[in-house]
């Protein structure tokens, strides 16, 4: 059955998969994000920073646990060519990260609550740490699913599940906000996404589990998520340091004033960059021995990821005060000279959007994880500083430098460690649009809110206009031609 599977969704071509893919995906995320920012929009008129503030401390301890979690088996099962895998490979990964989970929220719930809880000197925090960690339960029961349905790029019922889960959750938030459970309504609405998602995956596949577990086939798996685990916990530090820093150093309510301003900004960017990353990891992994292959599919992922994504944090920057003023209220004015610098840092980050999923999908999981370790080094000191000295602004400050560094170092990476070399002119090339439309649109929108006066709404109109448009004269030729080509591959 697990074979029939395997082979039920692997028809058609590898653009025709990577349009499919990016369509499903992308709809998701579209869904999601918009859902998520109305739901959040509410939440904040109805909530305040520092409840916010709270979720946040106790996302950061939940966080570094959950890192490792599957153990990496989940990309290591994506990663691995068909030939390689075998019904033991997926039983084995199910039962192992079963186990693992369990013994996982026992440490959550018995010592890392009230080491949460001591370290923000928040008692809060021993009851909705353990709450918040419920996901942990339900993910192997999505690690195995998630990964077959991945592979196959059938990333039309992963949206479904998604989709499902977050609304539900998202209305459950909505609904415990409005009857005043206050932070409760952020808490269980983190929880409920993953515990709707557990039995939607659980019937997505032919798959069951059975009672199977293989020494080999546990190392075949391990040693590839080894590595990756580590990747991510190194990913975590980076991301989420500052959480920890500014909750300790300051207070939960600039913590909660600068997550707000980090939601607007870079958690679109991750369902953004996720949207083509989920879908090319998988491709990046069939092409691991095509370097010109590879390059060819970096460079255009780079290109339209930041198309997609730059509109947004012009906006952001140029709009976010009387954005977040008008539509939150003046207790969410702390967030705006954070969120005008970090969405800069975001369109920083596009430029190497998708530099983590190549190097994992060519099998170098080692090599991405001492990258991460050497940008940690370069990142928390730097972030340290800045939150001591400036506070939170200090700290999106930090954020950026840390962008432009990682920027440095990809160029480096490609040219002297993998074997994929990327000119600064071919990069350069690749991202050369989005940065002019984000240009002119900027400019437009500056014109017309600072000069003329225009309400921010109009002025945003006009900017995401002047934006398309300059992409649209600048690139029409060839997403025509990438239309021509996708109804040639159907054909």
């Known amino acids: 059955m697990l074979g029939k599977f395997l082979k039920g969704s692997s028809s058609g071509s590898d653009k025709e998969l990577v349009f499919l893919g990016v369509f499903w995906t992308g709809l998701q995320m579209v869904i999601n994000v918009g859902f998520s920012f109305v739901i959040r929009l509410v939440l904040a008129k109805l909530l305040f920073p520092e409840q916010f503030g709270l979720v946040g401390m106790a996302s950061v301890f939940i966080g570094f646990i959950e890192v490792f979690n599957d153990l990496g088996i989940g990309a290591a099962l994506v990663q691995r060519k068909k030939e390689d895998l ?17 013994g996982v929220y026992i440490i959550m719930a018995a010592a890392v609550a009230p080491l949460a809880a001591a370290f923000y000197d928040e008692p809060l925090l021993r009851q909705i740490v353990p709450i918040m960690s419920l996901g942990i339960l339900a993910s192997p029961f999505n690690l195995v699913q998630n990964a077959q349905l991945t592979k196959e ?12 889960s977050n609304i539900f959750s998202g209305v459950l938030a909505l609904g415990l906000a409005l009857m005043g459970a206050g932070v409760w309504s952020l808490v269980f609405n983190s929880v409920a996404t993953l515990l709707i998602a557990m039995p939607m995956y659980f019937f997505a596949t032919p798959w069951k589990p059975k009672f199977m577990w293989d020494k080999q086939a546990f190392h075949d798996v391990f040693g590839f998520g080894l590595y990756t685990t580590g990747t991510n916990f190194v990913n975590y530090l980076i991301n989420n ?27 679109i960017r991750v369902k953004v960059m996720g949207v083509f990353n989920n879908v090319m990891y998988p491709v990046y992994g069939r092409k691991q021995s095509d370097p010109e292959a590879l390059k060819r599919y970096y460079l255009k992922v780079v290109n339209y990821n930041s198309i997609a994504i730059y509109p947004l944090m012009v906006f952001m920057f140029a709009l976010g005060e009387p954005f977040i003023l008008q539509f939150f209220g003046e207790k969410w004015s702390a967030s705006v000279e954070p969120l005008e610098i970090l969405a800069l840092s975001v369109m920083v980050h596009m430029m190497v959007n998708s530099n983590t999923s190549l190097i994992r999908g060519m099998g170098r999981p080692d090599l991405e994880m001492k990258l991460q370790m050497f940008k940690s080094a370069l990142f928390v000191p730097t972030l340290a500083i800045g939150i001591y000295y400036y506070g939170i602004v200090g700290a999106a400050w930090a954020v950026l430098i840390n962008k432009i560094m990682i920027v440095i170092i990809a160029q480096y990476t490609f040219n002297y460690l993998l074997k994929m070399k990327v000119s600064t002119l071919e990069f350069l090339s690749a991202v050369k649009v989005p940065w002019i439309a984000a240009g002119v649109s900027y400019a437009v929108a500056f014109l017309l809110y ?41 054909t």
């Open 450 to 490: 600072n000069v003329l006066g225009l309400h921010f709404i109009l002025v945003g109109i006009a900017l995401f206009a002047a934006y398309a448009g300059t992409v649209w004269l600048m690139m029409s030729a060839e997403l025509k031609k990438e239309v021509k080509a996708l109804k040639k591959s159907k």
């Open 86 to 102: 075998d019904e033991v490979h997926f039983q084995t990964a199910f039962w192992t990260g079963l186990g693992w989970s369990v």
């Open 153 to 164: 790029m059938n990333f039309k019922r992963i949206a479904i599940i998604k989709n499902s």
């Open 241 to 267: 340091i500052d959480y920890l820093l500014i909750g300790k150093l300051i207070s939960a309510e600039a913590l909660g004033a600068y997550t707000f301003a980090f939601v607007l900004t870079n958690t």
